[in-house]
Nanobody
């Protein structure tokens, strides 16, 4: 089992920044990918960003140039630095961890609200 604890969500004005963190604990051997997804009201959950290994990353087009995903392997923690936030970034953000043996775990979600 892998436990994921997310932090860093909140309310921010348009143009502001937030940093999300997700710490993994438990059977974290063989983590293949760590990522962030989000789900806005009435919409499907979508991939925001994912990091494989130490530095291979993928982003959804709508956040490219504004969000940065990073990973601290020693702490089994993944971060999402979100800059130039827009109202359309408002959603519940979920951390996801996938292992080389096929495991797939989700965090409980953290609310990000971008509003003036």
């Amino acid at each position: 089992q892998v436990q994921l604890v997310e932090s860093g969500g909140g309310l921010v004005q348009p143009g502001g920044s937030l940093r999300l963190a997700c710490a993994a604990s438990g059977r974290t051997f063989g983590i293949r990918a760590m990522g962030w997804y989000r789900q806005a009201p009435g919409k499907q959950r979508e991939l925001v960003a994912v990091i494989f290994g130490r530095a291979s990353t993928t982003y959804v087009d709508s956040v490219k140039g504004r969000f940065t995903i990073s990973r601290d392997n020693a702490k089994n923690t993944v971060y999402l630095q979100m800059n130039s936030l827009k109202p359309e970034d408002t959603a519940v953000y979920y951390c996801n961890v996938q292992g080389i043996t096929g495991y797939d775990y989700w965090g409980q979600g953290t609310q990000v609200t971008v509003s003036s």
